[in-house]
């Protein structure tokens, strides 16, 4: 009986207490409005929860930002310090080596053929030759593998099996040079001013193969036996994408290494090394590349003859679909997890009085939005580090002058940011083009829109078509919080604090992000640890992929340098 008796108590309490807690929510809801829609409460939940590659806890003390690396000297192995390559002998050899291959036109072009098909491969074969001549100890103490007709794979094996190699790449193509008449020295002469040698490929990148020759090639002179195993891997046909070279080279290495198998792979690109005030100078490899998309717009209009055209063309069509592309861009963002954010703190706690007195406390609290928003306004190149681009690079259209064009197209290049995707592009880009389509009574098709087998352009005036061409996705992040990156980041300290140019300066290597992309694209099942960087400093390479590109040469052999002193410093490693 007593189970079914009420309590009088808890009668009268309980609506008393359901008005208490309703006044209660309602405060607390009151207080906290006004922090939900405040922009760095997001921000500040974020940093909450944050957690680095290594699994430890966001630092939000910039005073632990961007910690220094210990400083990576070699060892004593009984060769020469790096140093011997700033020799008056050494300058003159490398002048000579880097004209050499600069006089052999190896270029590549987007039509070109297979390589047993089209004959303008062949002048690779040439090259081959000139890389025998200067390097004679290399061609005769490594074995060489010759991948796909013209990809140079070359071992130098190692005396202990049990350590991971390490790879080297560079690519021997260069793009076209245009007409010589523009240039002020001819592209293929190999001028040298007595500081630069001028020359189409002097930058991008026989620079960089031939400064890893060298460094190897100097150390076989030297009686050197590596216990880690080197490999040095140069495609032919990266300024096109690599298809032909570096794809191949990577499945050879699959074969004979495995899935991630290497210890690192080195290859050309970043931000080199840009001194910043009297005592900082920051070495920025590209630890990441952006993402590589085109698509192509297509218009099919009825055609007819010019005197009675009318309101727009397909021509005028086309060009609003233009100004609609440009007028809405991708907005920016500076992820937590960016590289580029990185970069920023690094600069924050080095470089106090360089930077926007607003970014130390915006990287605290700022949201990532806000943040990159700023930033970009600023219309410097590093905005595209935090933001898709895209570029309307190709426009056909049109047969004749007095006739009606009734077939349009156009190519965009995007660069896709790292916190943006291919599907994110495809909606924008739908988003778009959709009311400029039904603007002009156009049928749109693409990009998982329906699309109508039989089409009667009778009934509409005209299809707007979308077509995805090239892809590649945004690559890994490699990290910049391990044992490979110490070693590596340590002997960029070595070396640069060690040049003329950087004495009595600190050398602050950090990772950034590469808009281009390079042959690694094709390594990404190598190894993890993939850093992209041609050490020079900056203004000693100008004018790659343009008229006058030219090489400063003593650059380039600090860049020698740094190639020797990483073959020492991780063959003498011995934790991986």
């Known amino acids: 009986m007593e189970k079914h ?15 208490r807690i309703l006044v209660l929510c309602t405060l607390v ?72 291959a ?42 060489l593998r010759k991948v796909n007709r013209y990809g140079l794979l070359y071992t130098f094996k190692g005396t202990d099996p049990s350590l991971s190699p390490i790879l080297f790449t560079a690519h021997q193509d260069v793009v076209p040079a245009g007409a010589p008449s523009r240039w002020t020295y001819p592209p293929f002469e190999a001028h040298f001013d007595g500081s630069f040698l001028w020359g189409r490929g002097s930058a991008d990148c026989k620079n960089v193969l031939i400064g890893i020759l060298s460094a190897v090639e100097d150390l076989l002179s030297q009686s050197f036996v590596p216990r880690r195993t080197i490999v040095l891997a140069f495609g032919f046909d990266e300024e096109t994408s690599g298809h032909r070279g570096a794809a191949f080279l990577n499945q050879t290495l699959i074969e004979e290494w495995g899935l991630n198998s290497f210890l690192l792979a080195l290859d050309e690109g970043g931000m080199g090394i840009q001194a910043q005030g009297d005592d900082v100078v920051y070495a920025y490899p590209g ?74 406390d915006a990287l605290l609290s700022g949201s ?25 690079d190709v426009i056909t259209g049109g047969v004749k002058v007095n006739a ?15 916190h943006e995707s291919v599907e994110y592009i495809n909606r924008h880009i739908r988003e778009v083009m959709s009311p400029v389509a039904r603007k002009y009574g156009l049928q749109f098709e693409g990009l ?62 950090v990772g950034s992000i590469m808009t281009g992309n390079t042959d690694t694209a094709h390594y990404w099942d190598l190894t993890r640890n993939i850093y992209r960087f ?31 002193d990483l073959i020492r410093d991780f063959d003498s490693w011995e934790d991986a």
């Open 287 to 360: 630890v990441g590349e952006k993402g590589y998309y085109d698509i192509q717009l297509t218009l099919e209009v009825t055609g007819g003859h010019s005197s009675r055209p009318p309101k727009h063309t397909g021509i005028g069509i086309m060009a609003d679909a233009i100004v609609a592309l440009e007028n809405v861009p991708y907005s920016p963002r500076l992820t937590q997890s960016s590289p580029f954010r990185r970069v920023l703190e690094c600069r924050a706690r080095y470089s106090p009085d360089a930077v926007q007195p607003w970014l130390r």
């Open 102 to 143: 600069v006089r052999v036109p190896t270029e590549s072009y987007d039509d070109n053929g297979d390589v047993d098909e089209d004959p303008r491969w062949e002048t690779f074969g040439d090259f081959h030759r000139v890389l025998e001549q200067l390097f004679p100890l290399v061609h005769s103490k490594l074995e």
């Open 404 to 418: 009606l064009p009734e077939n349009i197209q156009l190519q965009v290049n995007h660069r896709v940011a790292l």
């Open 448 to 509: 998982d829109t329906s699309r109508t087998e039989s089409q009667d352009l009778r009934a509409t005036s005209g299809v707007m078509r979308v077509q995805s061409l090239q892809i590649l996705d945004t690559a890994p992040i490699t990290p910049t919080d391990n044992g490979v990156w110490a070693v590596f980041s340590g002997t960029l300290r070595h070396v640069f604090e060690s040049t003329q140019s950087g004495q009595g300066k600190t050398v602050v290597p």
């Open 5 to 19: 008796q009420e309590n009088p108590l808890y009668e009268h309490r309980q609506p008393r207490s359901s008005r």
């Open 29 to 100: 809801f009151l207080c906290l409005t006004p922090l939900y829609f405040s922009p760095s409460l997001p921000s500040r939940v974020i940093r909450c929860l944050y957690e680095s590659p290594n699994g430890q806890p966001y630092r939000i003390d910039p005073e632990k930002w961007c910690p220094l690396p210990n400083i990576t000297t070699p060892g004593d192995d009984g060769l020469k310090a790096s140093e011997h390559f700033m020799s008056s002998r050494q300058f003159q050899l490398q002048v000579e080596r880097l004209s050499a």
């Open 368 to 392: 990532e939005e806000e943040i990159a928003t700023k930033l970009a306004q600023e219309e410097t190149e590093e905005k595209w580090l935090m933001q898709t681009s895209q570029a309307i």
């Open 534 to 564: 041609t050490p020079s400093r900056i203004g000693t390479r100008l004018n790659q992929h343009g008229i006058d590109e030219r090489m400063e040469m003593t650059a380039h052999l600090e860049g020698i340098r740094l190639y020797y």
